[in-house]
């Protein structure tokens, strides 16, 4: 059983940087794939980043690759998401999601087993 809680979110202006976290209680923590999706008003859930049990390997969607990196830190139970350059198409709210080992897709929904109930991010023009 793993629990996810984010932080992070906030209202920004278009070209500022956040950091969120992803604060996981359970044992499993250090086993399991991360991810990060986010959703806008009317948009279904889409994948932003994910990063394998050791931080070893990350992906990313197309539409965030070099502005946003994801972390993490197994002594911390806390996985990170560091965006940069927002722009008001990345106001979402944003979920934390874990994997049992690897997920059965990086990219979808069902891939993933457990998750956070989300922070919100809003970035103005």
């Known amino acids: 059983q793993v629990q996810l809680v984010e932080s992070g979110g906030g209202l920004v202006q278009t070209g500022d940087s956040l950091r969120l976290s992803c604060a996981a209680s359970?044992?499993?923590?250090?086993?399991?794939?991360m991810g990060w999706f986010r959703q806008a008003p009317g948009k279904e859930r889409e994948f932003v980043a994910g990063i394998n049990w050791s931080g070893g390997s990350t992906h990313y969607a197309d539409s965030v690759k070099g502005r946003i990196t994801i972390s993490r830190d197994n002594a911390k139970n806390t996985v990170y998401l560091q965006m940069n350059s927002l722009n008001p198409e990345d106001t979402a709210v944003y979920y934390c999601?874990?994997?049992?080992?690897?997920?059965?897709?990086?990219?979808?929904?069902?891939?993933?087993?457990?998750w956070g109930q989300g922070t919100q991010v809003t970035v103005s023009s």
């Open positions: 359970g044992r499993t923590f250090s086993s399991s794939a």
């Open positions: 999601a874990a994997a049992y080992g690897y997920p059965s897709s990086w990219h979808q929904v069902s891939g993933y087993n457990y």
